[in-house]
């Protein structure tokens, strides 16, 4: 993390200074507001950790309880998500804190025992390279407790309003106002009315309010799909048992049903997804009376003959499996995506609900999040055109399709039996659709297509690793300035910036003969990128952050060798930023895992939610102008140009 360039202050370098335009709130609901986030689950608190990175915005977050979640359902974070968190800064607390889940065992019926139960297989759980990022069991709770602390600490200085119902969400597609959306919203304690009423005029709404959103049904949509009839009890428990593997991720399919366990954080707590029998566990789902003691027995049946005795129980739920889909992700009526902006959005469980035992829930509803909040902050902000807010339903209304469709046959084959006829319950076949559907439980196997965002570039070549579409896969490099250790992609924060990451070619960057010097040039010059589309007065790195990677060593370069466009200037004190430049670790060199053309090098143009929008030879100057353009605002009195003389006499004093 960088911190002091406003200047030195003493304190806690990570809370930062309040924006001027905190101080000009008045306290309570203001009467307008540029987006009003519904809902302070999972999606709710990433789109507003997010827009919080705008603090000249004004965001307000509301919601129907009376505080903060204390207790939550979802806890598995894939590695996608834990990589997401670092760009907030979170990742190490949420590593720190929770369990790390390294392998996954396998148990089904003993064919020597009849009624017992066998484990068949132990695998990793995570493929091996996939991510520098481990997968966690964090509870819910305490990773909304983590973002509403960045919210905090963020120059927005932002908290949600609770005991706040939205009754009403309307927009007003003839007013010429640019705050169009209207909510209604009802004060209530203890989810009552009180009696008291409040309206907020908004120029975006986003509904995060989970499966009943009420802004799902104010703007027209409808979950589709169906329920199934399989129903499963949830316990997180504190237990004694004598089964071996209970601090570790199993999936255990029994002549008596089947339960997955999932240890939780803390070293002690266990959470079992308990398979529910229509037949034997009729009466209790039939007279809604499942009770803790009533599922324990029910592990105990399935677990024979190992047993487990329930010493506390932290939270119990009964649901039952179903998959449901809406259409479209904002309110723009059928027929009219080209000739209409968006100004309603839903994110998280009120446009997609599914199964639990996947762990992809919370998951897929922050990574909405994460999509929808740049783009909406970007917009405001003035640095991105409108119609970017298009791709938003495009792009994750066909993840939540995907995730649909694996749900539905992962529950199925969860849920089958051996007397099914289909060899359902079949192990081999269970623990193969396991791994290959890995990448996609850990999140990494998402591929945005091609729109103004991700070109269809026929450049992949130069870099394969690093794919059109998906999410840009960090690696380890040395930084040159001070030779320390990092990940390439931890570079990346959520700060609503687009990356362009260059790589060079072979030649030392001192040198005549140096593509990189080229590319270098064509930065600094008028016709950069960073001139037509930085505000003038902003940092240069605010729109587009630019990044080298060297092929070199790190002690075969120094910061005299470096072109001026990699040391720029920032802040009030035009300091000197060191960090934009970095070496190949000799140990894991990133230009042989990620597939990087070493003679020719690479652009690799890296949108603010970290997927790869671009590839482009080092000298495709005009081909980078042109893509940009679709997402970026050219600005009106462009930047004014690094200065070359003035940088360099900086690289050499």
């Known amino acids: 993390m960088q911190f002091y360039l406003d200047g030195y202050k003493p304190g806690d370098p990570f809370v930062e200074e309040p924006h001027p335009s905190v101080a000009k709130r008045l306290s309570g609901l203001p009467e307008e507001a540029d987006v009003v986030i519904i809902g302070c689950g999972p999606a709710g608190l990433v789109l507003a950790a997010q827009l919080a990175q705008f603090p000249e915005l004004r965001t307000v977050i509301v919601d129907r309880r009376d505080g903060p979640l204390e207790v939550g359902q979802a806890d598995g974070v894939a590695c996608r998500t834990v990589e997401m968190f670092e760009a907030f800064g979170l990742a190490d607390r949420l590593v720190h804190e929770g369990y790390q889940v390294n392998e996954v065992t396998f148990w089904r019926p003993d064919p020597e025992r009849s009624g017992s139960i066998v484990r068949t297989g132990r695998v990793d759980d995570v493929e091996e390279g996939i991510s520098e990022m481990p997968h966690m069991i964090v509870n819910q709770a305490r990773m909304l407790a983590y973002l509403r602390e960045h919210m905090r600490r963020s120059a927005a200085r932002a908290e949600p309003f609770y005991g706040l119902h939205v009754t009403d969400v309307r927009v007003d597609t003839a007013d010429a106002d640019e705050h169009p959306v209207t909510v209604e919203l009802q004060h209530v304690e203890n989810l009552e009315p ?280 960090s690696a380890p490099v040395i930084r040159l300035a001070d030779a320390k250790p990092v990940h390439l992609g931890h570079a990346a924060r959520a700060d609503g910036a687009w990356r362009l990451y260059v790589f060079a070619d072979r030649a030392h960057p001192a040198s005549s003969d140096s593509r990189l010097r080229d590319v270098a040039g064509f930065l600094a010059s008028a016709k950069s990128p960073i001139t037509r589309f930085t505000p003038p007065g902003a940092d240069p790195d605010s729109v587009i952050d630019v990044r080298a990677v060297l092929q070199q060593g790190h002690r075969d370069v120094t910061v005299d060798d470096l072109p001026p466009v990699f040391l720029p200037r920032k802040g009030p004190f035009e300091l000197v930023d060191y960090e934009k430049v970095f070496c190949a670790d000799s140990a894991d060199d990133i230009f042989d895992l990620r597939g990087l053309d070493r003679d020719r090098g690479a652009l690799v143009v890296v949108r603010p939610d970290q997927y790869v929008a671009n590839v482009l030879p080092l000298d495709a100057h005009d081909e980078l102008i042109e893509f940009l353009r679709s997402a970026l605002v050219e600005v009106a009195t462009p930047m004014a140009p690094s200065g070359q003389d003035e940088l360099d006499a900086v690289t050499t004093s």
């Open 194 to 473: 009180t009696g008291e009423t409040s309206t907020i005029r908004a120029k975006y709404v986003v509904g995060c309010d989970g499966s009943r959103s009420g802004t799902r049904e104010a703007i027209g949509r409808r979950l589709e799909g169906d329920a199934t009839d399989s129903s499963w009890g949830v316990l997180d428990v504190l237990a004694v048992t004598d089964f071996p593997d209970i601090r570790l991720k199993s999936a255990i399919h029994s002549e008596q049903g089947s339960i997955l366990i999932i240890p939780r954080e803390g070293g002690y707590l266990v959470r079992l997804y308990i398979e529910l029998d229509n037949d034997r566990d009729g009466e209790m789902l039939r007279n809604r009376s499942a009770t803790p003691e009533k599922l324990a027995a029910v592990a105990n049946r399935i677990l024979h003959p190992y047993s487990i005795d329930v010493k506390h129980v932290g939270w119990c739920a009964v649901y039952e499996i179903g998959q449901r889909l809406c259409d479209r992700f904002d309110d723009v009526p059928d027929g009219e995506s080209d000739t209409r902006l968006p100004r309603v959005f839903i994110a998280g469980d009120a446009c997609h609900t599914h199964s639990a035992k996947a762990g992809q829930g919370m998951n897929v509803s922050m990574a909405d999040a994460w999509n929808l909040g740049w783009k909406l902050g970007t917009v405001l902000r003035g640095t991105s055109p409108a119609e970017v807010l298009r791709t938003y339903s495009e792009e994750r209304q066909r993840v939540a399709q995907q995730l649909i469709d694996f749900d539905r046959e992962f529950a199925a084959l969860f849920s089958a039996h051996s007397d099914d006829g289909e060899g359902g319950a079949d192990p081999e076949r269970f623990q193969r659709y396991f791994r290959e559907q890995g990448r996609f439980t850990a999140g990494v196997a998402v591929r945005y297509g091609p729109s103004i965002l991700t070109a269809a570039s026929p450049h992949q070549s130069l870099a394969d690793g690093f794919s059109l579409g998906m999410r840009f896969h």
